[in-house]
């Protein structure tokens, strides 16, 4: 088992920063590809970014690329996500999650899943 543990969501206004975090325990975190996700009630769940192992490959949504960068300490079992410039449609419950495959755009790939962390943009 491996538990994900996100913090930092919160109220920001449109333009401003947020730093996501998402902390890992249990089974290994070694060779972990790491993905963070966000949902929109009664919406589909959706990538946002997908990191390797190694930092070595990065992946992005057209819709955050150039604003958000996501990151990674295995030393601490850390995922970060950095988001800048952001907007209102950014609102939405962010999810980190972890498999052993590689990065992949859809959530049935993820094995593990945080309990999501809610961040609000105000116009």
């Known amino acids: 088992q491996v538990q994900l543990v996100e913090f930092g969501g919160g109220l920001v206004q449109a333009g401003g920063s947020l730093r996501l975090s998402c902390a890992a325990s249990g089974r290994t975190f070694t060779r972990s590809t790491m993905g963070w996700f966000r949902q929109v009630p009664g919406t589909v769940r959706e990538f946002v970014a997908g990191?390797?192992?190694?930092?070595?490959?990065?992946y992005y949504a057209d819709s955050v690329k150039g604003r958000f960068t996501i990151s990674r300490d295995n030393a601490k079992n850390t995922v970060y996500l950095q988001m800048n410039s952001l907007k209102p449609e950014d609102t939405a419950i962010y999810y980190c999650?972890?498999?052993?495959?590689?990065?992949?755009?859809?959530?049935?790939?993820?094995?593990?899943w945080g309990q999501g962390t809610q961040v609000t943009v105000s116009s």
């Open positions: 990191i390797s192992w190694s930092s070595d490959s990065t």
């Open positions: 999650a972890a498999n052993w495959r590689g990065i992949y755009l859809t959530p049935s790939a993820y094995d593990y």
